[in-house]
């Protein structure tokens, strides 16, 4: 992968490739992404269970077309007690980063872009919610100015994010468009390499 992390929404077709990625997580990584040591089953079924129509997803693939980054931006009405935000709306995200694939900032560069879409989507609140022992996540929560609070061996981290300008709109919508470009050129890439394959009779 390039030192420039490409993060592109994640929709219906790419669900196959989604579960491929968390199945293939080390059991350390999936305590620390789902707060428990999953079965494949769960896991299989929290994936299946993703509402692209309601939620957000995004991804970033390396340049051998493997998703190695998942970003989980879920959407919740808030809470009528809540003195956070008075937005019809809240955030929550999770993400998940194949081990082949530390150390690049690809954690923080997928929170910005779910960042972004919250002020986009007219969201002001964005939450995160991990174990205190999840290095990456804490490292992320304090990079992002998060406020952050510990009970119990779990922590929860909140960002308060501006309003949407013309600025982040674009910025959004430039970063998607690279990442679509750059996904697609992966991707034919990919059938060629088969197709070349096939015709020298290889597997």
């Given at each position: ?5 490409l993060v592109k929404?994640?929709r219906?077709?790419?669900r196959?490739?989604?579960l ?6 080390e059991d350390?990584?999936r305590?620390l992404?789902?707060?428990s040591?999953?079965?494949d089953e769960?896991?299989?079924?929290y994936?299946?269970r993703?509402d692209?129509?309601r939620d ?9 077309f493997?998703?190695?980054?998942v ?7 808030r809470?009528e007690?809540?003195s956070v935000?008075e937005?019809?709306r ?5 993400v ?6 530390r150390?690049r900032g ?9 960042a972004?879409h919250?002020?986009n989507?007219d969201v002001?609140?964005?939450?995160m919610h991990?174990?205190?022992s ?12 998060m406020?952050i609070?510990?009970?119990?061996g779990?922590a929860d981290a909140y960002?308060?994010?501006?309003p949407?300008?013309?600025?982040s709109?674009l910025?959004?919508?430039?970063h998607e468009?690279?990442?679509v470009?750059d996904?697609?050129l992966?991707?034919?890439k ?14």
């Open positions: 992968m390039s030192s420039i992390v929404e994640l219906e077709r790419d196959r490739r989604m491929r990625h968390f199945l293939d997580l350390s990584d305590l992404r789902f707060g040591l999953l079965p769960q896991v299989t079924n994936v299946n993703i692209f129509a957000m997803v995004f991804g970033v693939y390396n340049r051998m493997k998703l190695v980054a970003g989980h931006l879920a959407f919740a009405p809470d007690n809540s935000t937005k019809e809240v955030a929550e995200f999770g998940s980063v194949s081990r082949s694939a150390g690809i954690g923080s560069r997928l929170f910005e872009r779910a972004i919250c002020r989507n002001d609140t964005l939450y991990c174990l205190s999840n290095k990456t996540m804490m490292h992320i929560a304090k990079k992002a100015g406020e609070h510990r009970d119990y779990e960002l308060k994010l501006l949407a300008d013309p600025a709109v910025q959004e919508a430039l468009q690279i990442a470009l996904y697609t992966k991707a034919n990919r059938i060629a390499s088969k197709w070349f394959n096939r015709l020298l009779g290889r597997k």
